[in-house]
């Protein structure tokens, strides 16, 4: 997919006319990574955001004692690192990739240069933002008010209605990695996955996830 297809093709910019995506397109620079390499840190300058053409990234925090959580997992026309564009403040989290992934990168001066132009660019950047806000809260929830077996429970749901709403589901992050995302340990969420599989809830084939018991997984 080149930049303009992404670019069309993307919740941020789709809604756009023709003239306006190219305009975006123009000052997009594509950038490759390998896996497990570093996008940007927390305190790095927010010099402009990124989207995913290809792989996956992580955004993440890390404790001083060196606990990792996962706040997101972005895939292929998803934007992230975007809010210091507008605040013109450093990066609040680490990025790094988890496959070999191809990145497009816009620069903040010329994007807001941009912006100016067309007011709604800004629009669509608020609609993108007003969601991802959404899945903080959500993810403030699972977090601080249900238990390990409720958020692997949701997030299998979420993943179900992502990957369009079959009843089964493929992991695309490692277990270790699932693990910080819902904010526990891999031995903890092996234990978990080990009694749903006993409960008849869910059959795990490797990466492969089938959801034999929807009922009671929306009751977790």
Do not use: C
Not at 74 to 94: D, L, M, R, S, W
Not at 116 to 136: Q, T
Not at 185 to 211: D, H, N, Q, Y
């Amino acid at each position: 997919m080149d930049k303009r297809e992404l670019i069309s093709s993307s919740a941020l910019f789709g809604g756009l006319p023709p003239e306006q995506q190219e305009a975006v397109a123009k000052i997009a620079v594509a950038k490759k990574f390998g896996k497990g390499e570093a996008v940007f840190f927390e305190g790095d300058p927010g010099s402009g955001f990124y989207m995913v053409a290809e792989g996956k990234v992580k955004i993440f925090k890390m404790s001083w004692a060196g606990k990792e959580q996962i706040l997101h997992i972005f895939g292929p026309g998803e934007p992230f690192g975007e809010v210091p564009v507008f605040h013109g403040q450093p990066f609040p989290a680490n990025a790094e990739t988890l496959m070999k992934s191809v990145l497009i990168f816009f620069p903040r001066e010329k994007f807001i240069a941009l912006v100016h132009e067309n007011p709604s660019l800004a629009l669509n950047m608020l609609a993108v933002l007003s969601m991802r806000l959404r899945r903080f809260v959500d993810q403030i929830e699972n977090l601080s008010l249900k238990e390990v077996p409720e958020r692997l429970a949701g997030y299998l749901l979420y993943l179900m209605e992502e990957q369009g709403g079959k009843d089964s589901v493929e992991l695309e992050i490692s277990k270790g990695q699932l693990a910080s995302l819902l904010g526990t340990i891999p031995e903890t969420l092996s234990r978990i996955f080990a009694k749903m599989s006993e409960e008849k809830l869910i059959a795990v084939e490797g990466k492969k996830i089938r959801l034999l018991n929807l009922p009671a997984l929306l009751d977790k």
